[in-house]
């Protein structure tokens, strides 16, 4: 298969299989986390410990001896069975434990439109939309004076339904509208919100040579904290749709937010052991 052509093969019924039971398995995972996060909250009410960024996963900072305040690690299902490695977590479960990590901090969503020119064209090329995005957006915020060296931390999915109505509530029976993209980020100084914004946009094509100016249908802002998995379920609700525009792959994450959850995850499950041998 030619470089960034849209790949329509969904896998095998045996391959769709074994995701749905690792969403099965690591949706019951997620509640244990969150039971824990509630635990440790407690606990750092209970010794007066203040509530700061990662304190509840990773523990308070005391002299030795003292409680830290923390119900981490879990090391166990609830079936008893040792926590699985990080690469044989589901899609779902991966963009949940981003999310839990960036909470921490503050991140923000965003919903960006694609122009329908560049959706076109990309479709008569048959490129696929998801790759190419991921590659105009690393472009564009590697120009942000805010970037990290090694990468702004975002994650998101492509998908071409909507709602019948912004007022309706039923999402089972959607149609078909333009592609957009729905996802999170990282924020690191002030104003990040309206760079990453104008980022994004230039990203789906808004104001760039050869494209009509479209009217603005975008939004950053910030997210607001849920103790349930919400929000993944939002970004996924159409993940698996039939949509000829796209391919199989249309969820994705940057290299620097994969190593967050990644080390995230190993972290709080006790695969690190050299954290917390201290």
Same mark, same amino acid.
């Given at each position: ?6 790949? %329509? ?5 045996? *391959? ?5 039971? %690792? ?6 995972? $997620? ?69 839990? *990590? ?19 064209? @990309? ?10 995005l991921r590659a105009r957006i690393n472009k564009e915020i590697r120009k942000l004076h805010s970037c990290p060296n090694d990468g702004w931390e975002y ?5 071409? @339904? ?8 039923? @999402? ?19 104003? $990040? ?12 094509? $808004? ?42 792959? %249309? ?13 995230? @995850?190993n972290t709080i499950t006790g695969k690190d052991k050299e954290f917390w041998a201290y």
């Amino acid at each position: 298969m030619a470089k960034n052509t849209i790949d %329509r093969n969904f896998g095998s019924k045996k *391959a769709r299989g074994r995701e749905n039971k %690792r969403i099965a398995r690591d949706k019951l995972i $997620d509640k244990k986390i969150r039971q824990a996060y509630r635990g440790s909250l407690l606990r750092h009410r209970f010794h007066s410990l203040p509530i700061e960024p990662m304190s509840p996963y990773l523990g308070a900072d005391v002299p030795f001896g003292k409680s830290t305040g923390t119900a981490f690690p879990i090391t166990k299902q609830y079936n008893k069975r040792p926590m699985p490695q990080f690469k044989d977590l589901s899609k779902w479960f991966k963009f949940d434990l981003a999310t839990m *990590a960036m909470q921490e901090y503050g991140f923000v969503t965003f919903n960006i439109n694609l122009h329908p020119e560049l959706e076109k064209q @990309w479709v008569n090329q048959k490129r696929d939309p998801a790759t190419e995005l991921r590659a105009r957006i690393n472009k564009e915020i590697r120009k942000l004076h805010s970037c990290p060296n090694d990468g702004w931390e975002y994650a998101f999915i492509i998908e071409g @339904w909507a709602k019948q109505s912004h007022k309706s509530k039923d @999402w089972s029976n959607p149609r078909k509208v333009r592609l957009h993209i729905h996802g999170f980020a990282a924020v690191y100084n002030n104003g $990040d919100e309206e760079l990453f914004r104008e980022a994004l946009a230039k990203a789906c094509g $808004d104001g760039l040579k050869g494209y009509l100016k479209q009217l603005r249908a975008n939004s950053v802002k910030m997210f607001k904290p849920n103790e349930k998995p919400t929000y993944p379920n939002y970004l996924f609700k159409y993940e698996r749709r039939k949509d000829d525009r796209l391919g199989y792959k %249309r969820a994705k994450m940057s290299r620097a937010a994969t190593q967050l959850c990644e080390e995230h @995850w190993n972290t709080i499950t006790g695969k690190d052991k050299e954290f917390w041998a201290y």
